[in-house]
């Protein structure tokens, strides 16, 4: 395994990149290559398959995107015909999201060069897309889903691949893509450079390299499950009905200009967003039942600085890159500790310095507990001093309930879960009669399951992939059947809690 620290960082001009990839990198502003790309650039052209360990946030992007440009320039030529530009590099991500982000970089990186690119995702129309791959690019970057989709409708041809590029491999699999994959990587030839990028290297990606690499480097620029040491970490106990107005305080007191709230539900991101909206913090809400447009347009108003807190649920926000963004707030503690890793990996990105705090509700200590693990340190615990409370009516005019989870009909244990009798709420305004509210989602009748609701939230508009792993098929709907290991958790009768 590499060892980022013993080896000294060479500059740009060193790996042998050709000018005009030089000069791009130039108009980027980047200076110095981050570790990840001081240690793949050189592995990369020399052909060799990788394995990196590295957040987004690392520079991972430029650290394939550059050797790839490279090793592709000896094809690149200006003819007009398509058979003149195949697909020769293919860069797969878990989310549109990424893809549109690792494609403005390729775009930006090979902007001197007569090389094509272009991005494929679900959630938007396919016939342009369609347009531009019958034009032909050189370099493509895709969601497994809507990838198929061209296959199948054979707008597209993978045989002459001969760079394969798995971005955030984990989160692929997290969210049922395995099966995707399997098909892709099985159109590609046989004979070709694969560079698998996750931010952890669990069983199944290990797995999942002995498939598909050929005698990998590994390269591991931060300690694996590592936090960025540049990010300030710190923890607050805060009621679950203070959290709002603990939001609005530390905003105001850390003059944090910008931060990411996550919050674990779709429901509740928007509730928070409308929230906050109202104690005038200028907020944005991105979640699965956001449009894709909806999505881009908050993402570009936050990014453009208009927006101060952008309010997202962990699939929404996975892979985004915003460069300077001073904070992240964990409104709601994630359930998977892999998932804290990913969210403060949003700030402190290429070496600035970041905050990340954490307002944990006396029942999510555990999950705190299950972070430190994880991170293998013991986070920092601040105290925070309320000036005001929440408000103890939400924005609907209905009392709160004892937590957004009883309401949602979550638990905080995973595994565990609420009767979907739960889902009857008193009307405050229409009586007494118990109102059947109906799911907003199955996802909240889940033990929390990465997989199947990052699948869903692909699926509602790629409209395909959770199919294989047996997601609901569209947001709101219930699937047609539930996945086998839940009905088992179910059948194992984990011990319910008197609900609230
Ligand atoms: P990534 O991990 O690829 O998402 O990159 C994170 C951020 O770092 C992006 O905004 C990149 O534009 C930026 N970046 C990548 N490489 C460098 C570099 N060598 N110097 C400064 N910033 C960089």
Do not use: W
Not at 50 to 58: H, I, P, R, S
Not at 250 to 257: E, G, Q, S, T, V
């Amino acid at each position: 395994m590499a060892d980022v620290n013993a080896v000294p960082t060479p500059g740009f001009d060193s790996f042998g990149l050709h000018a005009d990839i030089l000069r791009a990198i130039a108009e980027q502003g980047y200076t110095q290559p981050t570790p990840i790309q001081a240690q793949a650039i050189p592995v990369v052209l020399s052909g060799r398959d990788v394995m990196g360990a590295a957040q987004t946030g690392t520079g991972k992007t430029a650290s394939f995107s550059l050797p790839i440009i490279q090793r592709l320039l000896p094809d690149a030529n200006t003819s007009a015909s398509p058979a003149r530009h195949p697909v020769r590099a293919l860069i797969l991500t878990p989310t549109r999201e990424l893809a549109d982000q690792v494609a403005d970089n390729v775009r930006a990186y090979a902007g001197h060069t007569p090389l094509r690119n272009t991005v494929v995702f679900g959630g938007v129309d396919m016939n342009p897309q369609k347009d531009t791959l019958r034009r032909g690019v050189e370099i493509l970057i895709a969601t497994p889903g809507r990838l198929l989709d061209h296959v199948e409708q054979k707008t597209v041809n993978l045989s002459q691949v001969k760079m394969l590029v798995l971005d955030e491999a984990d989160r692929m699999l997290d969210m049922g893509f395995l099966p995707d994959l399997q098909r892709i990587l099985n159109l590609l030839p046989k004979q070709r450079q694969t560079l698998l990028f996750s931010a952890t290297f669990s069983n199944e990606i290990k797995k999942l390299a002995s498939s598909y690499l050929t005698n990998p480097l590994t390269i591991e620029v931060a300690r694996r499950n590592a936090t960025a040491d540049n990010v300030e970490q710190v923890v607050y106990e805060v009621d679950e009905d203070d959290k709002r107005a603990a939001v609005v305080q530390i905003l105001r007191d850390r003059d944090l200009k910008q931060v990411i709230v996550f919050v674990n539900s779709k429901v509740g991101a928007s509730r928070l967003a409308r929230q906050l909206e109202r104690e005038g913090v200028v907020t944005a809400a991105i979640h699965g039942d956001k449009s894709q447009n909806e999505r881009m347009q908050a993402l570009e108003a936050f990014k453009q600085g208009g927006i101060q807190a952008l309010v997202a649920t962990d699939v929404a926000a996975r892979g985004l890159d915003i460069s300077d963004l001073p904070g992240v707030i964990n409104y709601d503690l994630p359930y998977n500790p892999e998932d804290y890793v990913h969210r403060i990996g949003r700030t402190g990105r290429a070496g600035a310095s970041g905050e990340a705090i954490s307002l944990c509700a006396p029942d999510e200590r555990k999950q705190i507990v299950e972070i430190e693990k994880l991170i293998k340190r013991e986070l920092k615990r601040g105290e925070l001093v309320l000036e005001r409370r929440s408000r103890p009516r939400d924005d609907r005019g209905e009392r709160f309930e004892r937590s957004d989870r009883s309401e949602r009909g979550e638990r905080s244990d995973r595994g565990e879960r609420h009767s979907r009798h739960e889902g009857l709420r008193v009307s405050r305004s229409g009586g007494t009669a118990p109102r059947r509210v109906r799911p907003e989602d199955e996802f909240f009748y889940k033990p929390y399951e990465p997989s199947t609701s990052a699948s869903a939230d692909e699926a509602q508009h790629d409209g395909r992939s959770s199919q294989a792993s047996g997601a609901p098929t569209a947001f709101g709907g219930l699937p047609d059947k539930a996945p086998k290991r839940q009905v088992a958790a179910l059948l194992a009768g984990f011990p319910r809690k008197a609900s609230h």
